[in-house]
């Protein structure tokens, strides 16, 4: 992370209200919990917008579509499998994933190496 993207994290930071228990190191890459990201949207006043794509015993797809006050968007998708997600819930897991995404993508978290502890099982603590 350059000096300059670490000046950027640190004012999301401040601005979000996130402490060292929002992020944990894992391997090569930066996690934050899903407080984080719930602490994130909120602060960011991002509104979110969820649509099932596909639902069913084996796999569930969710479409997320996030806005902010200065009219940015993104669409992003989450999914959910026996292969993917340890629990079985995975309509739920698809749509804690788009809305993850969304938010790293609207905050621009993802170019600083920042990734969701709900993008994928291996990223948990």
Do not use: W
Not at 27 to 54: D, S
Not at 61 to 77: G, I
């Amino acid at each position: 992370m350059t000096s300059s993207q670490k000046e950027q994290m640190r004012k999301l930071a401040d601005e979000c209200g996130l402490t060292k228990e929002d992020f944990f190191k894992h391997q090569h890459y930066t996690i934050m919990t899903r407080q984080g990201i719930e602490k994130v949207a909120e602060c960011k006043n991002i509104e979110l917008h969820f649509q099932c794509v596909q639902a069913g015993p084996d796999y569930a797809a969710v479409k997320c579509t996030a806005n902010t006050e200065d009219l940015r968007s993104v669409e992003t998708f989450g999914s959910a499998d026996m292969k993917t997600s340890q629990n079985k819930y995975y309509l739920e897991m698809a749509e804690k994933r788009a809305k993850a995404r969304a938010v790293l993508q609207l905050t621009n978290l993802y170019s600083f190496g920042i990734y969701s502890e709900d993008e994928s099982d291996d990223f948990k603590r």
